[in-house]
């Protein structure tokens, strides 16, 4: 009897899982599912045929938020790993750490509201490329408390034995840094692709309104009350997490900070 | 000479690292912070025209900073609660079952949704027309789409605090899953029920206590996030008291000029509140850990 209740439970609780995966995708394939139908008058692939046809803009949608994520997470990623090494080797590690949390912690829409004044001055406001120095630098702040911990007693031995043995500091990070940092690279790049996929407050703000990433149409499409464009962008929004959950389970979920 | 050559490349790779640092992950939020504080003080903006606490005084006596602030906090709060109330009850009841291959990839499923796609989500369900109205219609419960109760938009936050429930409670279960295997709280537990504890004993006095212990900072940290979250209570929040971001964005975003600099106020204590919060959390705790 306990046993069952478990399995019951389990059951009810893989369901509740997969559900909203589900209905988005139902919602997405619908039309004029007016109250107080339970199914949607018409079910089929209309919805997602003008996607690829129309003036809809989630085509290029997509592109754009694939283009500014791809560039955010490579150089949070790359440039992240470098910096930490010092921040991780310096006398006063545990305040550059502390302060690389600020960024972080701050709501992104309020950071990005403070900043706008220096974006439009810059020349950056609505611009992808303004989107992208604005995201880079929420991601960049993450990538350096993710590779915070790399960097330690063993790393420096590796660092000095290749120094004895009369290698550079070059061959050290190519030799020996990068091929055991792999793994976390791997990782870092796929969490700071996330944190900019899923960005919408900094986006709205920075890119106003011309920049339109996915989550942009999402909150668009939610304003014209189109739900069944607006089910279809969370679809294409939730695809690449879930390929990359398919792929490795760790490149979504790290145990965070 | 060979030597010192190596060491003053080093020392240069290392100062143009420390400057890269200082432009991107330091100067933006000060100088953030520096233009909201002079804003409030009316020493910036086009509207202003010099040094003045009035805007600060006006926020205060508005009432409508407090009111979202202890808004937020209890939305947070609450949210924050219930999560960790179901996720550690999950670990200590289905931690064995939770690791057949089908249950733990459906534990990380959810982290794939972002806020923006849970809130519509919630709103798709619970909205007057959302799909729980429809099946309350077809039992018959209700007859008319604006007899469901107000779920969303609502002045309790139930949908806010739904979403925000369905958001962290995976992080967290997983989270704790971690903390579980890792500090071999099994081998405790039924160490202490070998040395007299009961079952009850084992739970509250080692379990709870080793899990809650090694967690907290994180926990802390996703108050916090939840504190500052955005697109949530805007989809699914009410006109007022609104979330700390929602209400920042709405003064800051306005039309009226003479408002802007309110808006620049609320966001000067928020950032105040939360950068005090994080040198709380981490500067005890700073030994961070990840799953590598």
């Known amino acids: ?257 | 000479m060979t030597i010192s050559e190596p060491l003053s490349l080093k020392n240069k790779a290392s100062n143009i690292g420390f400057i890269f640092f200082g432009l991107i992950g330091i100067l933006p939020f000060v100088a953030a912070f520096v233009y909201a504080l002079l804003y409030s003080f009316g020493l910036v903006g086009a509207a202003n025209s010099g040094f003045t606490t009035e805007f600060w005084i006006s926020t205060w006596q508005s009432g409508a900073f407090i009111k979202s602030l202890v808004y937020s906090t209890v939305v947070a709060g609450t949210s924050i609660f219930i999560s960790v109330s179901i996720a550690l009850w999950l670990t200590l009841k289905f931690r064995k079952e939770l690791e057949h291959p089908i249950l733990a990839f459906a534990m990380y499923l959810p982290l794939a949704i972002p806020g923006i796609v849970a809130a519509f989500f919630t709103f798709q369900l619970l909205a007057k027309a959302g799909f729980f109205s429809r099946i309350a219609y077809a039992f018959g419960w209700i007859t008319e789409a604006r007899q469901f109760p107000d779920l969303v938009n609502d002045p309790y936050a139930i949908g806010i605090i739904a979403t925000f429930i369905s958001i962290v409670t995976p992080f967290l279960l997983l989270l704790f899953l971690n903390v579980y295997k890792n500090e071999r709280v099994d081998e405790l537990a039924q160490l202490s029920q070998s040395l007299g504890a009961n079952k009850q004993q084992t739970v509250w006095r080692v379990s709870l206590p080793v899990v809650l212990n090694k967690t907290w900072t994180l926990i802390g940290l996703y108050f916090i996030f939840l504190l500052g979250a955005y697109e949530v209570p805007l989809i699914l929040g009410q006109e007022s008291p609104q979330m700390l971001s929602v209400l920042i964005i709405r003064e800051i975003k306005q039309y009226d000029l003479s408002r802007l600099s309110e808006g620049y106020v609320v966001a000067v204590i928020y950032t105040v509140i939360v950068t005090t919060a994080a040198v709380l959390l981490f500067s005890r705790k700073n030994d961070v850990k990840h799953e590598g």
Do not use: D
């Not at chain 1, 700071?192 to 668009?220: C, N, R």
């Open chain 1, 1 to 257: 009897m306990k046993a069952n209740w478990k399995f019951f439970f389990l059951a009810a609780l893989v369901i509740l899982v997969v559900f909203p995966f589900a209905y988005l995708l139902l919602l997405s394939m619908a039309s004029e599912w007016r109250f107080p139908e339970l199914w949607p008058a018409y079910f089929g692939m209309r919805n997602w045929e003008q996607v690829v046809s129309s003036e809809t803009g989630l085509i290029s949608s997509f592109l754009v938020s694939t283009g500014i994520s791809f560039s955010v997470a490579t150089m949070s990623t790359f440039i992240g790993f470098f910096i930490s090494r010092g921040i991780a080797y310096h006398p006063y590690k545990r305040t550059i750490t502390l302060l690389t949390y600020f960024p972080y912690i701050l709501a992104p829409v309020v950071f990005a509201a403070c900043l706008s004044y220096f974006f439009l001055k810059l020349g950056l406001f609505g611009k992808p490329v303004g989107v992208f120095v604005a995201q880079f630098m929420v991601a960049f702040p993450y990538a350096l408390i993710f590779f915070s911990s790399f960097w330690g007693e063993k790393t420096k031995s590796y660092e000095e034995l290749v120094a004895t043995l009369g290698g550079n500091q070059l061959q050290a990070f190519r030799k020996v840094l990068l091929p055991i940092a792999k793994n976390m690279l791997i990782i870092c790049f796929f969490q700071t692709f996330l944190i900019s996929w899923f960005e919408y407050g900094l986006t709205s703000i920075i890119g106003v309104g011309k920049v339109q990433t996915l989550t942009i149409k999402v909150f668009l499409f939610i304003k014209e009350s189109n739900f069944y464009y607006g089910a279809l962008s969370c679809c294409l929004l939730i695809l690449p997490p879930v390929l990359l959950l398919y792929i490795n389970k760790r490149y979504v979920f790290n145990k965070l900070i």
